[in-house]
C-alpha cells in the first residue's frame, strides 16, 4: 500500500500563488507516475498534473499550462504543485494520486484526502 497526504492548500486572491505538497509513505518504490487532480464544486473530478517518478517527464491540463508546475523531490518522496497567477476558477479540492503505471493519464491506484484551494475574485 501507498499512502499519500497533501498539504499547502488554503485560501487566496486572484493572480496569487500557493505550493501543494503530497507526502508518500509506504511502497513508495512501486510508483512511477504521480498526479494531481481537482475537483470543483458541482463539477467532475479533473486531471491537472502529473510527472514520472524516475524520469522528470510532465504532463498538464491546457488550462494550467504556463502558471502550475508539478515538480518532485525524489529523496523526501514529495511531489509539489506550484500554482501561480491563480484564477477563482481553480477554486477546488485538490488531490494528490499515483500509480504503478508509466503513463499520465487513465487510473490511478492511490488517493490522498484532499486539500481545499480557494481563490477569491
Known amino acids: 500500500q501507498v499512502q499519500l497526504l497533501e498539504s499547502g492548500g488554503g485560501s487566496v486572491q486572484a493572480g496569487g500563488s500557493l505550493r501543494l505538497s503530497c507526502a508518500t509513505s509506504?511502497?513508495?518504490?512501486?510508483?512511477?507516475?504521480m498526479g494531481w487532480f481537482r475537483r470543483a464544486p458541482g463539477k467532475a473530478r479533473e486531471f491537472v498534473a502529473a510527472?514520472?517518478?524516475?524520469?522528470?517527464?510532465?504532463t498538464y491540463e491546457d488550462s494550467v499550462k504556463g502558471r502550475f508546475t508539478i515538480s518532485r523531490d525524489n529523496a523526501k518522496n514529495t511531489v509539489h504543485l506550484q500554482m501561480n497567477s491563480l484564477k477563482p476558477e481553480d477554486t477546488a479540492v485538490y488531490y494528490c494520486?499515483?500509480?504503478?503505471?508509466?503513463?499520465?493519464?487513465?487510473?490511478?491506484?492511490?488517493w490522498g484526502q484532499g486539500t481545499q484551494v480557494t481563490v477569491s475574485s
Open positions: 510527472i514520472s517518478w524516475s524520469a522528470p517527464t510532465t
Open positions: 509506504g511502497r513508495t518504490f512501486s510508483i512511477y507516475t
Open positions: 494520486a499515483a500509480k504503478s503505471a508509466y503513463n499520465a493519464l487513465g487510473p490511478y491506484d492511490y
